[in-house]
């Protein structure tokens, strides 16, 4: 089970620290994600990570302004959003599954709710 939090609404250029809550078969988990979906268009990956190493895949509309970690000892994903754009406002849904390339393919097999961002300009 997944269960993001952390969402909010801030002005551009601000951040915002998205949390994902990890509970039940987490030891079946792999590849962890963020993903976005704006109004009128689909479910886009943001951010992936391997739950084990560690290794990152960030989509390139967030390089450098977005950070994805994991906290293995407290089951849970984070993402970091900085430099904050209306273009970035959307539901942000966290995302497990025992494949880290299927994270990133967005073919996963376990979603949480999503949590609203919204950016002003």
């Known amino acids: 089970q997944l269960q993001a939090s952390g969402g909010g609404s801030v002005q551009a250029g601000g951040s915002l620290r998205l949390s994902c809550a990890v509970s039940?078969?987490?030891?079946?988990?792999?590849?962890m994600g963020w993903f976005r979906q704006a109004p009128g268009k689909e479910r886009e990956i943001v951010a992936a990570?391997?739950?084990?190493?560690?290794?990152?895949y960030y989509a390139d509309l967030v390089k450098g302004r977005f950070t994805i970690s994991r906290d293995k000892a407290k089951n849970k994903v984070y993402l970091q959003t900085d430099s904050l754009k209306p273009d970035d406002m959307a539901v942000y849904y966290c995302?497990?599954?025992?494949?880290?390339?299927?994270?990133?393919?967005?073919?996963?097999?376990?979603w949480g709710q999503g949590t609203q961002v919204t950016v002003s300009s």
């Open positions: 990570i391997a739950w084990s190493g560690g290794g990152t």
């Open positions: 039940g078969r987490t030891f079946s988990i792999y590849g």
């Open positions: 995302a497990a599954d025992p494949s880290l390339m299927s994270v990133i393919e967005g073919a996963v097999s376990s």
